[in-house]
């Protein structure tokens, strides 16, 4: 069995008195910001878990963050999410409670009561798609932050991809390898051929055709596509690209499933990636990606760093009012072998 670690060994690690560990451990003010960094850091050094029970029933700080969504946790791609917001909860010595709720209001309405009963210090709240969402009415007071989302009026902190930056350095990237014809399969229209408002089709696109422009390439209608998603679709997508007059060199997909069926249909074409046709993905699913021959060299959501963030931010407003910040994570470029 462990031994425990006690406040009197924070407190000689930090350099400070036992009280300024308590204040911190109980996220009361009156602590500057470089003490309770290195009480922070020496709870993490030296692996110390309070008891959440015990904090709470002395009248202290329940030690637990809260974590809701739609569907991220039944997402392998975007569990990170869950992921990034734990690894920090479990560094200050507090536990993540998870509750997803499949889209279903009713579901988010129970699990901000759960929360708002067991006094969570903060609130994740998470979607699997990027987009603007509305938040449950029980969280209404409870200092929430928003991964992967935003409202609307910007009125809660925020984290979300930069997905203009997505956009423009997957495109830089084919230029950087000596494209100039660079086809884009972006995302979605819907049946009745109507874009939704999602921000990583426009975003993505902007970025396109920043890139293109940056680089004295003149936009071409005829190299950009919308997909639905559907496989069969994305395949004629892709050849009707290569059927062009002058067909792209590169092209760029809205997500990794769009990419994959693209190699399909440039297989059954007869052509090579990259020999051929480069190609570029977005997500970074990694099943997909590093399954794929060769592999493909796709933009990464930053799943783990929005919930490390949101997380984080939480800890650092601890007793204080959330500041609304709204802020865009870069899309890292994953570079392998199809381009």
């Not at 759960?114 to 903060?122: H, I, L, N, P």
């Amino acid at each position: 069995m462990s031994r425990k670690i006690t406040i009197k060994e924070i407190a000689r690690r930090a350099g400070v008195g036992t009280t300024t560990v308590s204040r911190v451990l109980n996220a009361q003010p009156y602590v500057s910001a470089d003490k309770r960094r290195r009480v922070e850091e020496a709870i993490a050094a030296l692996d110390y878990r309070p008891s959440p029970a015990a904090r709470h029933l002395r009248g202290g700080a329940s030690g637990l963050l809260g974590f809701l969504t739609d569907d991220v946790a039944t997402t392998p791609y975007a569990v990170d999410i869950i992921r990034g917001a734990q690894d920090v909860a479990w560094a200050h010595g507090m536990v993540l409670l998870v509750a997803d709720s499949g889209g279903d209001e009713r579901f988010a309405e129970a699990a901000a009561q759960v929360f708002r009963q067991r006094a969570v210090e903060g609130i994740v709240y998470a979607a699997m798609y990027h987009r603007p969402v509305q938040l449950p009415r029980g969280l209404k007071g409870m200092p929430t932050v928003l991964a992967n989302c935003f409202l609307e009026d910007g009125s809660a902190p925020s984290v979300v991809p930069d997905e203009f930056y997505g956009g423009y350095h997957a495109t830089k990237a084919a230029i950087e390898a000596g494209h100039r014809r660079i086809g884009f399969i972006n995302l979605w229209e819907d049946a009745s051929g109507v874009t939704p408002p999602f921000p990583a089709i426009y975003g993505r696109l902007r970025g396109y055709r920043q890139a293109l422009s940056d680089h004295g390439i003149a936009p071409d209608a005829a190299l950009l596509r919308f997909s639905n998603q559907i496989p069969q679709e994305n395949v004629r997508h892709t050849r009707e690209l290569l059927a062009l007059e002058q067909p792209p060199s590169a092209i760029f997909c809205g997500n990794d499933k769009v990419a994959m069926n693209c190699y399909s249909a440039l297989a059954g074409l007869g052509l090579r990636v990259p020999a051929d046709v480069a190609v570029i993905g977005f997500d970074n699913i990694a099943h997909i990606a590093e399954g794929l021959l060769p592999a493909l060299t796709t933009m990464q959501l930053p799943h783990y760093a929005m919930g490390k963030w949101a997380a984080q931010f939480l800890m650092d407003q601890r007793g204080q009012a959330l500041e609304p910040l709204q802020v865009a994570l870069p899309c890292p470029l994953v570079r392998r072998e199809s381009v």
